[in-house]
């Protein structure tokens, strides 16, 4: 039975967050030590201290936010009469803002300005190289603050409308687009400090177009824009059983901190550092509050992740991958998501109703959980067209489809946990949400591999092995 979790810590956590504390608190001050400190080495003990101040805040918060009226019921739960603490992602996103903002004052280091033409203008700033000695990692010039600041701008317009999306249930056609405004500062940075909107194309098309770019201007923020739109409202309806909206966002932050870790360990000093060692910046505190809000929020859940959690998951993908110019890697990271997104427009789209919730079925009988389904009247049955397509998925094992004397009586929702409830058959809340998070981690893998390895077959270098240039 799923039950609110006590607003104090059992002494066990008190130490165990404590120790972790003072572990990171020691090490970081170490890391100054040595003149400037270690940006990365504080940004590993800031994410450490994210975890215990959220882990912590979490238990604290849980009664004053049901008390709020933050409040939800378990549906895949027995004894669900309890109301569960709702939106508790907000904490992680305020103490992830919170993190990043401290964690400012750490990696950038001086420019020294030799010449000015007053206004403000920096003619000539000279390089890192007579600041500093050694290999150019870990540090940013002032330039990356402009970067830093727009992310964190976007994250916060993210977390407001998340945070106003559970307190208000703001309507679906209503919140879609605020994301794309969220954008706006992202791409501004992006426009002025990188500006490349062109794609490199796939070797087979090269002789056609006569060219190895394609340019594609404006619609390259169109592009972008989107991707911020889509990548939070994907994060949103893949949701509804314990666990799953954290498991699938810490596994793609982890495999993009992997990809970003390849670059950072060629054995040559990589042009594209900066832009991961920034996505890094960013990864590893959302992992911190991210696992604290899953110690929570898994099978049997205490706590519910709200909105402002998936939106906020979302976003920080997004800005890693739009100002560390890797956005496409992101998209094969977010294969099941797109996947489930295409799968769900029948119903997002209204040609199929849409019920409020579409989380799987809980059969209190048996324990598990089955499909959740759509049901029709006889007298308000599907139009003919919609019910050749429903049969059509049925054949195809992409729907389970309930029919009686020609009449559609009943059809799965169209979402990838009602789907591999119909390919595997009913099984329980917490193994549904493990074997969905492995094929997260198989096919963001298989992402990886296909983005370093398998486009060579299309592309004529992958952008990790860039010896020739440096
Ligand atoms: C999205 C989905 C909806 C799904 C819901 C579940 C679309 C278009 N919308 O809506 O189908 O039902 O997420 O999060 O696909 N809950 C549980 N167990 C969980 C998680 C949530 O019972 O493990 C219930 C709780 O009552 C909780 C509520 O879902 O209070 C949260 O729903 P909410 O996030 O507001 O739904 P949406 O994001 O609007
Ligand atoms: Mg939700």
Known sequence: ????????????????LSGLAVVCAVILTRSFENGEGEPLIASLCFSGLAFAASYAMIRWLGPTFVNAGLKGRDMSKVNNKHYLPECMGAICAVVYLFTIIVFILIPFYKDIVVATSGG????????????????????????????????????HSITILGFGDDLFDIRWRHKFFIPAFASIPLLVVYFVDFGVTSIVLPTFLQPYAGRELLDLGVLYYVYMAALCIFSPNSINILAG????????????????????ILYLTTPYPHPATDSHLFSLYFLLPFLGVSFALLAH???????????????????????????????????????????????????????????????????????????????????EQPHPVVVRALRLLARLRL?????????VQESSNFTILNLWLVWRGPMREDRLATEITLMQLVLGLFGLVVR???????????????????
């Open 399 to 407: 729907l389970s489809l309930k029919e009686e004397q020609g009449l």
């Open 1 to 16: 039975m799923a039950a609110s979790p006590s607003p104090t810590l059992s002494r066990t956590e008190t130490l165990n």
């Open 297 to 379: 929020n898994w099978y049997p859940a205490r706590v519910f992740v709200g909105d402002t959690y998936c939106y906020f998951a979302g976003m920080v993908f997004v800005v890693v991958s739009i100002l560390g110019h890797f956005s496409k890697t992101l998209i094969l990271l977010l294969l099941p998501q797109i996947f489930n997104f295409v799968y769900s427009t029948p119903q997002l789209f209204k040609l199929i109703p849409c019920p409020r919730h579409r989380l799987p079925h809980f059969n209190a009988r048996t324990g598990l959980l089955e499909p959740s389904v759509t049901r029709w009247a006889p007298d």
């Open 120 to 155: 403000g203008n920096r003619d000539v700033v000279m390089n890192i190289e007579y600041v500093q000695r050694g290999r150019l990692l870990h540090k940013f010039p002032h330039s990356k603050l402009a970067s830093f600041l727009s992310a964190i701008i976007s994250l």
């Open 452 to 470: 370093h390895k398998l486009a060579l077959l299309i592309f004529r270098e992958d952008n990790l092995d860039l010896r020739s240039v440096v």
């Open 241 to 260: 059983i314990n666990g799953i909206e954290v498991t699938q966002s810490i596994v793609i932050a982890a495999l993009l901190a992997l990809n970003d």
